[in-house]
């Protein structure tokens, strides 16, 4: 019996060490001083292997004023991050709808879940399926 959990432990620890999350990254250059939109994040985007501490895929979207030239920016990011980066990133959206901006967030746990849908398709998709299923429950 005893051989049975060895076994089944050693088999459960070589599955999860062969496995790694990858996720899709496109994150705006660093010098860019205009909008980085979704067309833009789609072409630039490549498949990233998460680090170990990095268990979601996250897209986020963002529409904030800029004062400079009177025009509202819309951002895309998508990037490999931890459960507490994406808390984090989840509070950010939050201060910039507060602000009178717009963001929206997607953090996913599958591999490359954070393919090149609009991410607020995505949550849109995600409250429609849930709506229904309450219904027809």
């Known amino acids: 019996m005893q051989g049975i959990y060895i076994t089944l432990f050693l088999l459960l620890a070589l599955i999860d060490a062969g496995y790694s999350l990858e996720c899709y990254r496109c ?12 067309a833009q994040c789609r072409q630039d985007q490549v498949k990233q292997t998460c680090l170990g501490n990095e268990t979601k895929c996250l897209t986020r ?5 800029n004062s400079l030239n009177n025009e509202f920016e819309e951002r895309y990011r998508k990037k490999c991050l931890s459960p507490e980066e994406c808390d984090q990133e989840a509070i950010l959206c939050e201060e910039i709808n507060a602000l009178g901006g717009e963001c929206d967030i997607s953090c996913c746990n599958t591999t490359l879940c954070n393919s090149a849908t609009d991410v607020s398709f995505t949550l849109h998709f995600k409250v429609v399926s849930i709506m229904f299923t309450m219904i027809h429950l």
């Not at 994150?27 to 979704?38: T, W």
């Not at 979207?61 to 004023?65: C, E, M, P």
């Open 61 to 65: 979207r963002y529409k904030t004023y």
């Open 27 to 38: 994150v705006e250059p660093a010098l860019s001083h205009g909008p980085y939109s979704f």
